[in-house]
């Protein structure tokens, strides 16, 4: 798998670039991850705040619920809950897709046409989750900002301009930043790990399955480990972002 | 004459195991430039295995496979991708992409390795479309063709290139007898107008008699027989006499 990893990284870069393949699987990434991402964000929003809150209130503190949750969300739970859903969702379809592909010889239709089936197919995937991955991060973050606005609303009334300045006067430009961009390494994940599982099976129809479920399973287990490793990372060069 | 000068596809002692299986044990035979032979045998003996071994799908265990001068098992992609544009290919199970219409599986190869344009590629299209009787079905996903239909549009998407080598695998299966010999009509032209070397793996002895040139039978994973149709009606191999005889 790592020498998969490395065979995409040596691909990326060469002709042809593959633009429209990459473009429409954005498309496709980014429209399946969309809904799922948008709905959760907003739940955990709401989620969120209504735990803080009761904490926060016992202190008199209420006034940092909006802060609390921006930080939560930008730091880790943004980043982390939009990779494990997108690798639910995409990665699962990745793999399904090029096992299906490969169990009805799609692919070996591809090379027989003499067209480099490895870069046509698996390259594009994992640079759209690649792209994707940080973009879906921002919109899952806006959400749960907005759930948590929300969850606020309907217990004290406060307005929505109070609850953005109270929201962002604590936060860096380095909570941000560095978090999201962690993402694309997650996307990196996500787009090799179920490729690899959907373009090498090699056991037909029942073979399907199981690569959908071995990417799923797989790349959110590689993911937190990751996510373990870039945090630690993230520390030691912004040492500010530490909270 | 030179002869491999002469020859489009040879096989030289070539053998294939998948796992503990052993599929093609020793199997050597060569094609010549134009001609036609027609592979033969039961189920399961490796016929599929032979076509994509000479495409380079597969590799070999052993042996040599050439397609006119270039040793295929020893070339690196580009090469391997230069050789590949003169073959054709039509595979058992048609895999078509499912993803795109019948016009896009033609249009895919036609606009990612050559620089036509749109107009050409459409003129292309309608043209080997309309040699296979699927002119109006352009625009149709690969679920919504019969089984029949998928294969001709394999077969379509074979000739978008106007190969020089056409390996083709079972065209006439899963066809009713009018369009099986529709198809053959369109192999013989083929051969006759563009002098394509073909090799076609089939079951139906009717189109192997009007098309091939020649016959290879294999079972077993071997080569059984190899020689004219005539030849081969009196081999002393039952199995060989009763897949060449006319039922
Ligand atoms: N990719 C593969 N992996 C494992 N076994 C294979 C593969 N392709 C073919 N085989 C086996 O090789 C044998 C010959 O297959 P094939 O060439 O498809 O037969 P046929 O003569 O009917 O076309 C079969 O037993 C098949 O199971
Ligand atoms: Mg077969």
């Keep these: 798998m790592t020498l998969f990893g490395l065979k995409v990284i040596a691909n990326v870069f060469r002709f042809p670039f593959e633009l429209d393949q990459i473009w429409s699987q954005m498309g496709e990434v980014g429209a399946r991850s969309l809904p799922l991402v948008a709905a959760s964000g907003l739940a955990l929003g709401v989620v969120m705040t209504l735990h803080t809150r009761s904490t926060l209130v016992t ?37 399904a897709v090029l096992a299906n592909m490969r169990a009805t010889e799609q692919i070996d239709a591809i090379e027989a046409l003499s067209i480099d089936s490895f870069k046509f197919l698996v390259v594009p995937r994992v640079v759209a989750c690649v792209l994707v991955m940080p973009l879906l991060t921002t919109f899952m973050d806006f959400c749960g900002l907005l759930g948590g606005f929300v969850s606020e609303y309907a217990m004290s ?17 380095s909570n941000f930043i560095p978090p999201t961009l962690k993402t694309a390494v997650f996307g990196f994940i996500i787009g090799t790990v179920s490729s690899f599982f959907g373009y090498s099976t090699n056991e037909g129809a029942e073979g399907i399955g199981r690569a959908a479920t071995s990417s799923v399973v797989v790349s959110s287990l590689l993911i937190i480990l990751a996510d373990v490793i870039l945090v630690k990372i993230i520390f030691l060069v912004f040492p500010e972002s530490a909270i | 004459m ?67 001068e270039d040793d295929i098992t020893q070339l690196e992609r580009k090469e391997l991708s230069r050789v590949r544009r003169k073959m054709g ?15 896009d ?20 299209i309608d043209h080997v479309l309309g040699q296979v009787g699927l002119a109006d079905d352009k625009g149709k996903m690969p679920v919504e063709l019969s089984g029949g239909m998928q294969k001709r549009a394999g077969l379509a998407r074979a000739l978008v290139f106007e190969p020089q080598i056409l390996l083709i695998d079972e065209p006439s299966s899963g066809l009713d007898r009018i369009t099986a010999s529709e198809i053959d009509d369109l192999l013989l032209e083929q051969k006759t107008k563009h002098h394509t070397t073909m090799v076609i793996v089939t079951h139906d002895v009717h189109c192997a008699r009007r098309v091939g040139d020649r016959f290879a039978v294999l079972d077993q994973g071997r080569l059984a027989a190899l020689g004219t149709p005539q030849e081969l009606e009196h081999h002393e191999n039952e199995t060989v006499r009763m897949l060449v005889g006319e039922s």
């Excluded at chain 1, 929505?160 to 430009?173: H, M, S």
């Excluded at chain 2, 290919?89 to 016009?103: I, M």
């Excluded at chain 2, 599986?105 to 292309?124: F, G, H, M, W, Y």
């Design chain 1, 59 to 95: 202190f008199g503190a209420s006034s940092m619920i909006p802060e609390l949750q921006s930080l939560s969300f930008f730091v880790e739970i943004g980043p982390l809950v939009a990779a494990l859903l997108v690798s639910g969702r995409v990665g699962a379809s990745i793999g």
């Design chain 1, 157 to 173: 009334h406060l307005s929505l301009q109070l609850y953005v300045t109270r929201a962002f006067t604590g936060v860096e430009w």
């Design chain 2, 2 to 68: 030179n002869e491999t000068q002469d020859t489009a596809i040879a096989l030289d002692h070539v053998s294939k195991s998948f796992g503990k299986k052993q599929v093609l044990r020793d199997v050597s035979f060569s094609v010549a430039r134009g001609e036609a032979i027609c592979v033969l045998g039961r189920s399961g003996t490796g016929k599929s295995v032979t076509l994509k071994l000479m495409i380079a799908l597969l590799k070999p265990d052993a042996g040599r496979i050439s397609i006119d």
């Design chain 2, 89 to 103: 290919f039509l595979f058992q199970s048609a895999a078509l992409f499912d993803s795109l219409t019948l016009h």
């Design chain 2, 105 to 124: 599986n033609l249009a895919l190869p036609l606009r990612r390795l050559t620089d036509k344009s749109k107009q050409e590629i459409e003129v292309i």
